[in-house]
């Protein structure tokens, strides 16, 4: 018998069979060795398994602990009732819920195999401090956080609505709203920092607009606040830094960010610029092929003017965009300066 | 010659089959890459998160730099950088793993956190080993589990870094995962 032959067949028939019915795959594999059906019969039990939608950095949680990983309608988390899962991220998990008297919240709950990592219980209490702090109409209004046996939780208003990403991918956007929108972010922005605090994670995924056209900053997942926040260095290489994927993220981090250099609130405004180039243009300002041509790009490619790109554009805001992109810190605007500026070209009363 | 074109030129000759050029270029790369990820780790602590392929791409740049970024360097690079990664990485579960953690910074109770920290850094242990057993089998697998997991790149950068189709990488992706989930599960129970 030769092992690299059989692994060959072995690898034939897994890729022949894999998609088919049960008693399809018996057909084929039937006339193969004894030891080949058993490796290919094995390899197939644990692909049932069903384990495939899983990022690989989950894997290894989610196989080792076992664990429930939803909860279901009915099922209550201090006051509040579960509806439906709405999402799944890397710190946690966001449903719909609703208080006793019926009022829907999102509810976020810390995943429990999380609780091991300091710093992802550290970021949930700064994320949920953070937005506590904060009262504003432009960033969603925390009601509530709490313990339960479920995890620690943060029940938020419940904003219905479309993402910027959404708002972007559905095409070119009108001049009005345009400003309309750029003026709500900036002004929420600007109130955070007016706090002390940085959101570190702006992006198109953060930013909901209602359907009554107000819009709102979520996720101060990464936000810190300015103040001395003790936190524990973190040594957790396994559920912070090997997750992966870039995927969003190093699209609309500003080039100090990358370097590894500490955020300001001059990040976000970068950011926030990226986001804003995008909404204007239809086209994001660093967009590469391959993480490193993004990286690469952020770091040194001359960008283009969004009138380039779009007819019509507001000279003042297409400057303003151009500097809240600047590669150094210092000569971008505030959050309060851009805000000023998409006020005054504002139509709404 | 200036670092840069020292690293450039030890991608180079290692494309031409200069295998002594890797064994010159590894630690290069693994202390580069071993010391930003340091500083990544205790810059979370800030609120700054750097992935291992945004770690990776930076290593890039500065030991071969911008200039130097031709394709085959680049996916040279890739290649070697990934190991490195994987090193990284699981040296430092492996101390994190038998490591002691005493901390009066945490909320909970160490009894409650303590098990699952152990049991995140044993799985990231336990799949390198695993991955040893694959390598034996199926080397180029081993690779693109390595490259996809360890190094963080998507398929289609693993296919370009190795020099195979899309479809290769994801079929060998689909099979590997397979054999090594199924190997960590026996191993436990």
Redesign the interface.
């Given at each position: 018998m030769n092992?690299q032959t059989d692994?060959e067949e072995i690898?034939r028939l897994?890729?022949e069979v894999?998609d088919l019915p049960t008693q399809e795959r018996e057909a084929l594999l039937a006339s193969a060795s004894e030891s080949v059906r058993a490796e290919v019969g094995?390899?197939l039990?644990?692909?049932d398994?069903a384990?495939?939608s899983a990022p690989?950095?989950h894997?290894?949680?989610d196989?080792?602990?076992n664990q429930p990983s939803a909860l279901t309608a009915g099922q209550r988390v201090g006051k509040y009732e579960i509806e439906a899962l709405i999402t799944t991220g890397g710190m946690g998990e966001v449903y719909l819920a609703h208080d006793p008297s019926g009022n829907s919240v999102a509810l976020k709950i810390l995943r429990p195999?999380l609780?091991?990592?300091?710093?992802a219980?550290d970021?949930f209490?700064t994320e949920a401090r953070a937005a506590s702090a904060l009262s504003h109409p432009n960033i969603v209004t925390v009601c509530e956080t709490g313990d339960s046996p479920a995890g620690m939780f943060i029940a938020m208003e419940w904003v219905e609505g479309s993402t910027f990403r959404e708002l972007i991918d559905a095409g070119a956007v009108d001049t009005s709203r345009a400003i309309d929108w750029c003026e709500q972010a900036t002004r929420a922005l600007a109130a955070a920092h007016h706090a002390e605090i940085?959101h570190?994670d702006i992006k198109p995924e953060n930013i909901i607009l209602r359907r009554d056209g107000v819009l709102k900053i979520l996720d101060f997942g990464?936000?810190?606040l300015a103040g001395p926040v003790?936190?524990?260095?973190?040594?957790?290489?396994?559920?912070?830094?090997?997750?992966?994927?870039?995927s969003g993220?190093?699209l609309y981090m500003s080039p100090e960010?990358?370097?590894?250099e500490?955020?300001s609130s001059a990040s976000d405004v970068f950011s926030l610029g990226t986001l804003l180039y995008e909404l204007w243009t239809g086209k994001h300002p660093f967009a590469g092929e391959?993480?490193?041509d993004v990286?690469?790009a952020i770091?040194?490619r001359e960008v283009a003017a969004p009138s380039t790109l779009r007819d019509g554009m507001p000279q003042e805001i297409d400057v303003l965009i151009m500097r809240m992109l600047d590669r150094d810190p210092a000569a971008r605007p505030s959050a309060r300066e851009a805000s000023a500026v998409f006020s005054r070209f504002s139509t709404k009363p | 010659m200036n670092p840069q074109g020292e690293v450039t030129s030890l991608l180079t000759a290692w494309g031409k089959g200069d295998q002594n050029a890797l064994n010159e270029l590894m630690p290069l790369v693994y202390n580069e890459l071993h010391r930003m990820a340091r500083r990544a780790w205790s810059g979370q602590a800030q609120g700054h998160t750097l992935q291992p392929t945004a770690l990776i791409n930076e290593a890039f740049l500065k030991l071969a730099g911008a200039e130097n970024a031709s394709f085959e360097n680049r996916c040279h690079f890739l290649a070697v950088a990934c190991t490195a990664m994987r090193q990284i990485l699981v040296n430092h579960a492996k101390s994190r793993h038998t490591g002691k953690r005493g901390s009066g910074q945490v909320m909970l109770s160490l009894e409650d956190v303590q098990p699952a920290v152990n049991q995140e850094a044993a799985e990231v242990v336990a799949l390198h080993e695993a991955l040893e057993r694959l390598q034996a089998v199926d080397p180029r697998k081993s690779k693109v589990v390595e490259m996809r997991y360890f190094g963080g790149l998507s398929i289609e950068e693993t296919a370009e870094a190795l020099g195979v189709s899309i479809i290769t990488v994801n079929r060998d992706w689909r099979l590997a995962r397979t054999w090594l989930i199924r190997e960590m599960s026996s191993g436990r129970s």
């Open positions: 092992p692994w690898e897994f890729h894999v094995s390899l039990e644990t692909n398994k384990f495939f690989p950095a894997l290894a949680a196989l080792i602990e195999h609780v091991a990592s300091p710093q219980v970021r209490q940085l570190r990464l936000a810190r003790r936190l524990e260095p973190d040594t957790s290489g396994a559920s912070g830094t090997i997750s992966g994927t870039l993220t190093l960010i990358l370097r590894g500490v955020a391959t993480p490193l990286y690469e770091e040194c | -």
